[in-house]
């Protein structure tokens, strides 16, 4: 049986029939609702571009809001308040010196996720 959607098919089973414990192992596996709710929104921050073009930046440097507007062509406020979104979901973090404040990235986690959906999209 097959489902028309746009131009793209769906394939389905042509009978019905439940793999019980296939279905238990999903069951123990599958996280807390909560958590998949988490990840969902973690991943709603990687769904920005502007937000990508700033950890691209700070996989290179530690820099400041003002290298950042530079570097992306953008002013220090919309740089500002997409670095408030990265730091509140612990993507980035920041350190004072003198009158600056430095950005850079949490922790190594935030590169693996961005290489591995950029060897996603680059593979045949």
Do not use: W
Not at 1 to 22: A, K, P, Q, R, Y
Not at 56 to 81: G, K, P, R
Not at 98 to 121: E, N, P
């Amino acid at each position: 049986m097959t489902h028309i959607h746009g131009t793209h098919s769906i394939e389905c089973c042509e009978t019905e029939e439940i793999h019980e414990s296939l279905l238990q192992i999903v069951d123990e596996k599958m996280p807390e609702e909560e958590t998949l709710y988490n990840l969902a929104e973690l991943f709603k921050v990687f769904g920005d571009s502007t937000r990508i073009r700033i950890l691209f930046v700070l996989f290179e440097a530690e820099v400041c809001v003002c290298d950042l507007a530079q570097a992306l062509n953008m002013t220090q406020s919309a740089i500002s308040h997409q670095l408030r979104i990265l730091k509140q979901n612990k993507l980035v973090k920041n350190r004072r010196e003198g009158k600056s404040i430095f950005y850079s990235l949490a922790d190594d986690h935030v590169r693996t996720i961005i290489a591995q959906g950029l060897d996603h999209i680059v593979e045949d």
